[in-house]
């Protein structure tokens, strides 16, 4: 719980200074293109490539 | 009988009265956090500040959380409460002052940011551990679903409330009106009984409790992949919010009360995801939950996009949100509640 309350209150504001870099170099519309990008992407990644999300069954599931 | 059965912490008198302070505080600060966005592009024309705000307002909570939750275990809650709620109200006061004289700077608006983070640290843990003594134990669950509300539902009233005000009455009435709402939260406190807590019990400290997670998340791959994902998702997601005043302002040329429309969004999507994950009775794989939210996502996009741009953006961020809702588990309990 507290490495999940980390991660989640951590690392968005971490992002919001690099990606604020970038901004300023390509511009916002583009920034934000890119988060989503690398989010889709990524997250396509480790579903497609990693078979723990798939095998993994829900609590109380059989 | 369905409202009562639904709000049936609200029959406790000081869980009612705490509930409505933190709403209305809550959508103030939201108020506040809108007119600062605003004010820092309209002062700087720079997304990098904007980027810089979050980065000044999430640090401390980052560095200062551990400290906080164990300065919580160990000193009154109340004292905790009040030097917090009343920082807040000074801060709001300070931006107020500053932006009416006209001698307001960037740099002011940064370092408010941080030490909102900063106090933030502290009265997260104190105002959660206050919450648990406000009603007995059957009514807690509902409690904390209550409490939930709070925060999604000033998220979809706050910004947009600052956004409508920010035309009218100027950005230092938005800091003005934060203030009003700190000093409501600040006067519930006094008028509610918050019993102390018993002396600090031996427990594990933070830093050993981190370590074990991290131990686990490292050796058990499910939870290592989960971890990844919501950290990349994270990370990647959240920061978009800061640069929603670029849209507003340049991009839309919807103005203010775009502004809070678009900071709006993601509040009605995160009561939209939630409600839909807890509607759902046979919780679905979460590489289907995926791709059905990203094909959710860009059938809305397709849809309105040509329609109304405005609408069009603001809808897809509802979406967007919904579906990091949806991996990252937002507001609900973490994945590996949910998945073994």
Redesign the interface.
């Known amino acids: 719980?507290?490495?999940?309350?980390?991660?989640?209150?951590?690392?968005?504001?971490?992002?919001?200074?690099?990606?604020?870099?970038i901004?300023?170099v390509i511009?916002?519309?583009w920034?934000?293109a890119a988060?989503?990008f690398?989010?889709?992407a990524?997250?396509?990644y480790?579903?497609?490539y990693?078979s723990?999300?798939?095998d993994?069954?829900?609590?109380g599931?059989a | 009988m369905y409202f009562t059965h639904t709000f049936r912490a609200f029959r406790h008198r000081d869980y009612f009265i705490f509930w409505c302070g933190l709403f209305l505080g809550h959508t103030g600060t939201l108020v506040q956090t809108t007119a600062q966005g605003w004010l820092i592009f309209q002062l700087t024309d720079?997304?990098?500040?904007?980027?810089?705000?979050?980065?000044c307002?999430?640090?401390p909570?980052?560095l200062f959380?551990a400290l906080g939750g164990a300065v919580v275990d160990r000193t009154d809650r109340k004292t905790i409460f009040v030097i917090t709620q009343s920082a807040f109200l000074l801060m709001a006061l300070f931006l107020g002052v500053m932006n009416h004289l006209g001698t307001i700077r960037v740099w002011h608006l940064l370092m408010v940011s941080a030490l909102t983070g900063f106090f933030v640290s502290f009265e997260q843990p104190v105002r959660q551990s206050i919450l648990h003594h406000l009603v007995p134990r059957s009514d807690l669950p509902n409690a904390v679903t209550l409490y939930q509300m709070v925060f999604n539902g000033s998220m979809l009233f706050g910004p947009s409330i600052g956004g409508l005000l920010i035309p009218w009455i100027d950005t230092q009435g938005c800091f003005f009106v934060a203030t009003g709402g700190n000093l409501i939260v600040l006067l519930t406190i006094f008028m509610i009984r918050i019993p102390s807590l018993p002396a600090a019990q031996s427990r594990k400290s933070?830093t050993r409790?981190?370590m074990e997670?991290?131990n686990l998340?490292w050796n058990t791959?499910?939870f290592l992949?989960?971890?990844?994902?919501?950290?990349?998702?994270?990370?990647?997601?959240?920061?978009?919010t800061?640069?929603m005043p670029?849209?507003a302002r340049d991009?839309l040329a919807v103005g203010a009360p775009g502004l809070g429309l678009l900071l709006m969004a993601p509040g009605a999507g995160a009561i939209l995801g939630g409600l839909t994950l807890a509607s759902i009775r046979?919780?679905p794989?979460?590489?289907r939950l995926?791709f059905f939210s990203?094909r959710g996502f860009w059938l809305v996009h397709r849809s309105l996009r040509r329609v109304a741009p405005p609408v069009s953006v603001a809808i897809v961020f509802v979406y967007?949100r919904r579906i990091?809702d949806h991996?990252?588990f937002?507001d609900r309990n973490?994945a590996?509640?949910?998945?073994?």
């Open positions: 719980m507290s490495l999940f309350g980390l991660i989640n209150r951590g690392l968005g504001p971490m992002g919001s200074f690099p990606f604020g870099l901004a300023t511009g916002a519309p920034t934000v988060c989503g690398l989010t889709v990524s997250v396509a480790v579903v497609i990693r723990q999300l798939r993994a069954k829900a609590v599931e | 720079s997304p990098f500040y904007l980027g810089l705000e979050g980065f307002l999430g640090l909570r980052v959380s933070l409790d981190m997670g991290l998340a791959p499910l992949t989960l971890f990844t994902v919501l950290g990349i998702v994270t990370f990647c997601t959240k920061p978009y800061q640069f670029v849209f991009i046979r919780f794989k979460p590489h995926l990203c967007r990091s991996f990252s937002r973490p590996a509640n949910l998945y073994r």
